[in-house]
């Protein structure tokens, strides 16, 4: 990742882009974006709503191995510690995309490293792939809600306004819910090239993997109610 504005920029029409490139000799850079606030949360007995309209990068599965496209929200106490005390202090996958592959996953992160079910971290609990139909090629909005307003806490996944995945508290041990969840957030935007989720479903970068392709960035809104 750098700071430099090849890779993160504003592309003229309104939107922000996030564009991994390749050099001369092989080696890529991409970029990352996060709010300065971290202190996004949901209210006692209210709601948090975390929402972006984001266009992932135009690749498919013949060019695009390896890019991995992400919009998530990590709380407050990983900034001063660089997210050493991960994945205790939580983590919502809002939308994660692969290797051009059309699809969305959401998941969520606590527990302790290797701590077993429900995380099973580094896994995290998943809705699996979803798909995205034109995800590369039109806006598709992207949203996670917490819902504190009833005794049974509430996780919920939505796509193009449709809920999609749900988690519930009495699912995962009350302290690590607790732990993963009541407290703040900051939200964070990036275009990573390779890794483990990637690799798990094809590997890549490979040499027929095309370079500049951005991640756009219509809105990120973040609201509460209650």
Do not use: C
């Not at 564009?19 to 202190?39: C, F, H, V």
């Not at 051009?100 to 302790?112: F, I, L, N, P, Q």
């Amino acid at each position: 990742m750098t700071n430099s504005t090849n890779n993160v920029y504003l592309d003229g029409n309104g939107h922000l882009a996030i564009r991994p490139i390749r050099d001369a000799s092989g080696n890529w850079t991409s970029g990352r974006i996060e709010t300065q606030r971290t202190d996004f949360a949901a209210p006692t007995g209210g709601v948090l709503r975390i929402e972006g309209s984001i266009r992932q990068p135009d690749v498919d599965t013949t060019n695009g191995l390896g890019y991995w496209s992400a919009f998530w929200a990590l709380g407050d106490a990983a900034r001063p510690v660089g997210a050493t005390n991960w994945p205790t202090i939580g983590e919502l996958d809002i939308m994660e995309a692969i290797n051009g592959r059309g699809s969305v996953w959401a998941t969520m992160h606590g527990g302790v490293w290797g701590g077993g079910p429900p995380f099973n971290e580094p896994i995290g609990i998943s809705s699996g792939e979803h798909p995205v139909p034109g995800a590369g090629t039109s806006f598709h909005t992207y949203a996670v809600e917490f819902d504190r307003s009833t005794s049974v806490e509430q996780l919920r996944w939505y796509l193009d306004g449709n809920n999609f995945f749900t988690i519930n508290s009495d699912q995962v041990p009350a302290t690590d819910w607790s732990n993963a969840t009541h407290h703040g957030f900051f939200v964070i935007l990036n275009v990573a090239i390779g890794g483990a989720f990637p690799a798990a479903f094809g590997g890549g970068p490979t040499a027929a993997t095309v370079s500049g392709q951005p991640m756009l960035v219509d809105y990120v809104s973040v609201s509460t109610k209650g």
